[in-house]
């Protein structure tokens, strides 16, 4: 399971791969928009924001479909639909806001910072 930290004070995007087990521990059962903390991922002090993601097949997460099943809805809006013009619907198939064992990548913002820097973190946890 791949995780993509974004960080908004410096506007760059790190990725980690997190083991089954751990990301497990952390992830599975959580929904968009929840706060996990990322000690288990090696980044002491971090809270992180769930915001989304994509299944093994690409299929992106939505906050306003209920589960961790993917379906197909009528859509207007991103994510899932960017409609060319205005008032355009169309159905597509879209994942739940809930974190399962079929995702495989998983996006987050930082919420709270720790005492050292991400990329410190980042770049041991690599080597």
Known sequence: ???VIS?????KAYKVE??????SALFIGKRIGEVVDADILGLGGYSL???GGSDKQGMPMRKDVAGGVR???LITDPP?????ERGKRRRKSVR?????MEISQINVKIKEYGKKSLEELVVKAEE
């Open 18 to 23: 997190g083991k089954d087990t751990e990301a």
């Open 71 to 73: 379906k197909r809805i």
């Open 96 to 100: 739940g806001n809930e974190i399962s």
């Open 7 to 11: 960080d908004s004070k410096t506007g």
């Open 80 to 84: 899932g639909y960017q409609p060319k």
């Open 49 to 51: 924001e769930i915001m």
């Open 1 to 3: 399971m791949q995780i």
